[in-house]
């Protein structure tokens, strides 16, 4: 079972930056696809992004490109989310997840088996 840790949440000024980090561990990482979800209240929970532990592939929602850029260490066992250039609209709760599937299934989060806990971003405009 693959263990998930979010932290780097918190509160920013439109046009701020924020990083995301997601800790993970548990067993065969390389064979798993490590996603960022994000929930706003009200909405739908969404895929922002997603990297393959196993080729660094990544993968973007349109509302993000140019803004964020996911990434893993070497050891592949932290999984980032650098945010910049934040929006009003991208307040959420964000949640890693951790899954194996098809690259192309990546925004489906019925796809994943392992959630972190969340944490908020709020941006203020």
């Known amino acids: 079972e693959v263990h998930l840790v979010e932290s780097g949440g918190g509160l920013v000024q439109a046009g701020g930056s924020l990083r995301l980090s997601c800790a993970a561990s548990?067993?065969?990482?390389?064979?798993?696809?490590i996603g960022w979800f994000r929930q706003a209240p009200g909405k739908e929970r969404e895929g922002v992004s997603c990297?393959?532990?196993?080729?660094?592939?990544?993968h973007y929602h349109d509302s993000v490109k140019g803004r964020f850029t996911i990434s893993t260490d070497n050891a592949k066992n932290t999984v980032s989310l650098q945010m910049n250039s934040l929006k009003p609209e991208d307040t959420a709760v964000y949640y890693c997840?951790?899954?194996?599937?098809?690259?192309?299934?990546?925004?489906?989060?019925?796809?994943?088996?392992?959630w972190g806990q969340g944490t908020q971003v709020t941006v203020s405009s």
């Open positions: 990297i393959s532990l196993s080729d660094t592939t990544t």
């Open positions: 548990g067993f065969n990482l390389d064979d798993y696809m």
């Open positions: 997840a951790a899954g194996r599937m098809h690259g192309s299934n990546w925004y489906v989060d019925l796809f994943y088996d392992s």
